[in-house]
């Protein structure tokens, strides 16, 4: 398929009729694409769509099975990242790789630490020199000789991609650059992105964001199953076209019915309080309704969560599960009530990466096919495979480790290990984060069939359109306390975000 795009910069970098395969899995079919000097190209698509799979050819990681890589129109071969980045491509990863008992200026040096005059031995005022520049970069300030174990996942994240910046790359890939850094930061990486366009020197931006797509991308190239779908200038899209490009359909169509709340309460809330991260929180979620929390980063939304699921214990207050009062002092107490948690770090609290699938999904709920210290394993895998066909939970066997899953599969594993437990009452925290369209459909699904089914859910997002298009009301924090409570159905996006503004 032609590229249709109108932009006159000359080609960068050009990839032809790229195709590749694993264990028989086709994952890219005949793809092309062509990147610009200076411009900023989004790849967008559902996980599986190939999208890191392209980029990782580029980079050297695996050659192609068939087809030719392009630069300054030579043909290239890349048999390792060390030769893609000796012409000047460079690959931000999703997943970090710091050495996390090095400093932040020997990870930004590694393998490039100038010397001085003796032979052999490391200049550290010019390494430290490098490192402030190469942090200057994002507009970071933190020293260049603390350890990187000591920094936050987001700090480590900026300092990968200070790492590819001051490489001095023509091409830089970004795979889901912001998936752990805050809205400063993501200012200051687009902010040097723009730096880096002026230079002329091209990124590729992989990411599920689409607000972020809008802001810095130039032109978008959309993956589907492997195949290339379009290659457009940015300013012809918008997120309905996109999302259509991207799944086939139109957004209306992912979206479910929303069904009716009874009047049975299931949980109350009254009066909850924990110094410092909010207070006097009071609210009651029906029986077969889906009630949103809406907020800024810092409102105290996850806390309330973690608190009502015994986390973090509250200070003061009182929950009442199904009429009665509950003393919940651990996890396990509010399991034991019938809730369920899904919670917002789904690697750091919901899987075991290096754990198969099966035992992933069965982690929670493993007494129910035990038999004294024994696991009954028949029983367990019956569980196992209803589960994957239920959540289609995309896997080559329940044996695969889940941290090889894609982001949405490992969010829906989550999903399914949260409710074997067969909860009355489901707390959700951010459960479509750093999932991809087509992915976030199936878990609108999901929460619509909870609610279907009678069973309570409280559902936290950033996205004001999954607000309203899954929830019946909607409580909005703001600095710790609910400022509002909104029915759905009379309310708009743009009220939310007043309510949710600090004063």
Do not use: W
Request: glycine letters at 8%.
């Amino acid at each position: 398929m032609a590229i249709e795009t109108t932009l006159p910069d000359r080609p960068l970098f050009q990839a032809a009729n790229i195709s590749k395969s694993f264990d028989g899995t086709q994952a890219l079919t005949d793809v092309s694409l062509t990147i610009r000097c200076g411009e900023v190209h989004a790849l967008m698509g559902e996980n599986g769509a190939g999208k890191s799979t392209l980029m990782k050819i580029l980079a050297g990681l695996f050659p192609a099975d068939s087809g030719d890589v392009y630069l300054d129109g030579r043909k290239v071969v890349h048999h390792s990242p060390f030769q893609a980045m000796q012409h000047g491509i460079a690959m931000i990863h999703q997943e970090l790789m710091p050495i996390l008992d090095m400093t932040v200026a020997e990870n930004l040096l590694l393998g490039r630490e100038p010397v001085g005059r003796i032979p052999g031995v490391i200049d550290r005022r010019v390494a430290r020199a490098e490192a402030e520049r190469m942090l200057g970069l994002l507009q970071l300030d933190f020293p260049t000789d603390r350890r990187m174990r000591t920094l936050s996942v987001a700090q480590m994240q900026m300092v990968e991609i200070a790492k590819a910046l001051g490489q001095n790359a023509r091409i830089v890939i970004m795979d889901e650059p912001t998936a752990a850094i805050s809205n400063r930061e993501i200012d200051a990486l687009f902010a040097a992105i723009r730096s880096m366009k002026a230079r002329g020197v091209a990124v590729v931006y992989i990411t599920h964001k689409m607000d972020e797509v809008f802001a810095i991308a130039d032109v978008v190239t959309v993956l589907r199953d492997g195949c290339h779908v379009a290659t457009r200038p940015a300013t012809e899209l918008n997120n309905d076209t996109l999302i259509e490009l991207m799944v086939g359909r139109e957004l209306r169509e992912l979206l479910p019915k929303p069904c009716e709340a009874g009047e049975a309460i299931a949980l109350s809330v009254r009066h909850l309080t924990r110094a410092g991260s909010f207070r006097n929180i009071s609210f009651d979620l029906k029986c077969g309704e889906v009630l949103g929390i809406a907020g800024l980063m810092g409102a105290g939304r996850t806390e309330v969560a973690s608190a009502i699921f015994g986390l973090k214990l509250p200070d003061s207050g009182e929950i009442v599960v199904h009429g009665r009062p509950a003393k919940i002092r651990s996890a396990a107490d509010s399991m034991r009530l019938g809730i369920g948690m899904v919670t917002e770090d789904r690697k750091g609290q919901g899987i075991v990466p290096a754990m198969s699938v099966a035992h992933n999904v069965t982690l929670a709920a493993l007494d129910a096919y035990c038999t004294g210290p024994f696991i009954r394993r028949k029983r367990e895998r019956a569980a196992v495979d209803e589960n994957l066909r239920t959540f289609a939970i995309r896997t080559s066997s329940r044996g695969q480790p889940v941290g090889e899953l894609s982001g949405g599969n490992q969010q829906k594993v989550v999903i399914a290990k949260t409710l074997l437990t067969n909860p009355t009452i489901i707390l959700l925290d951010e459960p479509t984060r750093g999932v991809d369209i087509g992915a976030k459909a199936e878990i609108y699904t999901i929460v619509a069939r909870l609610a279907q089914q009678g069973r309570s859910v409280i559902l936290i997002s950033s996205e004001l359109p999954e607000i309203m298009a899954l929830c019946d009301r909607v409580l909005v924090m703001r600095q710790g306390t609910i400022a509002a409570e909104l029915a759905v159905a009379k309310t708009t996006q743009e009220e939310i975000l007043r309510y949710a503004m600090p004063v």
